[in-house]
């Protein structure tokens, strides 16, 4: 989608601190850490957060669920915690959906 930074950066049309990529899914640090570890996953077509989600993105969804776990062990966490903000009144500044995975001491709270 033009305009939308995430989609800049799944296409590699911005940089991006990337931990993980394979055809549907990337994994960067984000820009503004909130936590010792801050990663942002995101799909890389763009879906604009979970109240506009339809069925057609349930395949790219499950497959950023499956890969979650993997990109936050490959960071050193045994554990993690996963935010998702929606829309803009769930807080969503970038609408291209994204996930939070946050590791660390002193985690944010909610
Ligand atoms: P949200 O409020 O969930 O939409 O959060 C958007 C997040 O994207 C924020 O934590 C920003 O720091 C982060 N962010 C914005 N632009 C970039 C970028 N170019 N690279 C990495 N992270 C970014």
Same mark, same amino acid.
């Given at each position: 989608?033009?305009?939308?930074?995430?989609?800049?950066?799944?296409? *590699?049309?911005? #940089?991006? %601190? &990337?931990?993980? @990529?394979?055809?549907?899914?990337?994994?960067?640090?984000?820009?503004?850490?909130?936590?010792?570890?801050?990663?942002?996953?995101?799909?890389? &077509?763009?879906?604009?957060?979970? +109240? &506009?989600?339809? @069925?057609?993105?349930?395949?790219?969804?499950?497959?950023? +669920?499956? %890969?979650?776990?993997?990109?936050?062990?490959?960071? *050193?966490? @045994?554990?993690?915690?996963?935010?998702?903000?929606? =829309? &803009? %009144? *769930?807080?969503? @500044?970038? +609408?291209? +959906? /994204?996930? /939070?995975?946050? =590791?660390?001491?002193?985690? #944010? *709270?909610?």
């Amino acid at each position: 989608m033009d305009n939308c930074i995430f989609c800049k950066i799944a296409k *590699g049309e911005i #940089p991006a %601190k &990337t931990v993980y @990529e394979d055809a549907h899914v990337m994994a960067f640090h984000d820009i503004a850490p909130k936590a010792d570890t801050h990663i942002l996953v995101i799909p890389k &077509t763009h879906i604009t957060n979970l +109240m &506009t989600v339809g @069925e057609r993105d349930w395949p790219v969804l499950t497959h950023l +669920m499956n %890969k979650v776990n993997h990109i936050a062990a490959a960071q *050193g966490l @045994e554990g993690f915690r996963l935010i998702s903000n929606n =829309g &803009t %009144k *769930g807080s969503q @500044e970038v +609408m291209h +959906m /994204h996930w /939070h995975v946050l =590791g660390g001491d002193q985690l #944010p *709270g909610f």
